[in-house]
C-alpha cells in the first residue's frame, strides 16, 4: 500500500509442475493487511479442483492467520449483539 489506508495491490504467483500462472490486483482505499490477504484468498480460489497446497508468504498477517487463529475464531459469535447482527447481514447478501 502507499499509506495505510490509501491505494494498494496485491500479486501472488500459481505454480503447478511446469506451469505457471501470475495473478494480481489492486484497490483505491485499501490496507496492508486486506491486500495481502486478497492474494492468498484469491490464489485459492481460482483452483479448479480440489488439491493440497503449499502457500509461501512474507505476511505475518496471513501466516498466522492459517496457522494460529483459524484455531480460536469465536464460536457461534459469542451472543456479541454487533456479531450476531454483522453475521445476520452477511448471511442476508450471500446470492
Known amino acids: 500500500c502507499s499509506g495505510n489506508p490509501g491505494p494498494g495491490g496485491w500479486g501472488a504467483i500459481l505454480r503447478y509442475g511446469d506451469t ?53 475464531w469465536v464460536k457461534g459469535h459469542a451472543g456479541h449483539p454487533e456479531n450476531e447482527r454483522a453475521d445476520e447481514l452477511a448471511r442476508l447478501a450471500v446470492p
Open 20 to 72: 505457471e500462472k501470475e495473478l494480481s490486483g489492486g484497490e483505491k482505499e485499501t490496507t496492508n493487511n486486506r491486500m495481502e490477504m486478497m492474494a492468498a484468498i484469491t490464489s485459492l480460489e481460482s483452483l479448479t479442483r480440489p488439491m493440497h497446497v503449499d502457500i509461501y508468504t512474507d505476511s505475518t498477517y496471513v501466516r498466522d492467520g492459517i496457522t494460529k487463529w483459524i484455531h480460536g
